[in-house]
């Protein structure tokens, strides 16, 4: 099945550094959404977006929808030893193509005290 | 509310033998998708359905598959003579619109 283009594929990071994370496709997108995956446990979803250019902010996380539609990004401030995990990003096509949700390929984080 | 859930959370079978992994929605939600999951890669769209209905099955990967949802709550999917390509993590997500969805635990399957 498709997938998006998720970069960087790992990141090794210092804590209280910034981090930043995009995801990239060929096909336009309704909805992005960014996900977190602890090993073992299922994807927690932590930020959606719904209209192209949007900016929303959860806590430290930030995450934009590029004006596109083709990609979106997300970062994450003063980084902390709980962001370690796998970041997924998802993006929907329009209802026209179907209501399918693309999962991108995944950024490891690892945060080093 | 409680969140997603899977049973069984792992199950073994040999090969040739059928399986039924089940899920049960949040309470309310509308929408309940499948997917598969393989280590080190994003979950992998298999369907979805809106209430009862199965909108969307062509991520499922061949005829073995199958899933149902009669109630338009609690959903079934189905591996027919399971092959041992078959072993993967098994999720189900449900959401109460269509553009957003919450993660159960997953059912891992392995096929001996």
């Known amino acids: 099945g498709q997938q998006l283009n998720q970069s960087p594929q790992s990141m090794f990071i210092q804590e209280g550094e910034d981090v930043s994370m995009n995801c990239t496709s060929s096909s336009i997108f309704n909805t992005w959404l960014w996900y977190k995956q602890d090993p073992g446990e299922g994807p927690v979803l932590l930020i959606a977006l719904y209209k192209a250019g949007e900016l929303t902010s959860n806590g430290r996380l930030t995450a934009q929808f590029g004006i596109t539609r083709k990609d979106s990004f997300l970062n994450i401030s003063a980084s902390i030893p709980s962001d370690v995990g796998i970041y997924f990003c998802a993006g929907q096509k329009p209802p026209n193509t179907g209501n399918q949700f693309y999962f991108g390929t995944g950024t490891s984080l690892t945060v080093i005290p | 509310g409680a969140g997603v859930s899977q049973s069984p959370r792992y199950k073994v079978t040999k090969r040739g033998q059928d399986v039924a992994l089940r899920c049960d929605p949040i309470s309310g939600h509308v929408s309940l998708y499948w997917y598969r999951q393989a280590l080190g890669q994003g979950p992998e769209f298999l369907t979805y359905?809106?209430?009862?209905?199965?909108?969307?099955k062509s991520g499922l990967p061949n005829d073995r598959f199958s899933a149902e949802r009669p109630e338009g709550s609690i959903s079934t999917l189905t591996i027919q003579r399971t092959e041992q390509r078959d072993s993967a993590m098994y999720r189900c997500?449900?959401?109460?619109?269509?553009?957003?969805?919450?993660f159960g635990p997953g059912t891992r399957l392995t096929v001996l």
């Open positions: 359905f809106n209430y009862e209905a199965q909108q969307d």
């Open positions: 997500a449900s959401s109460s619109r269509t553009d957003t969805q919450y």
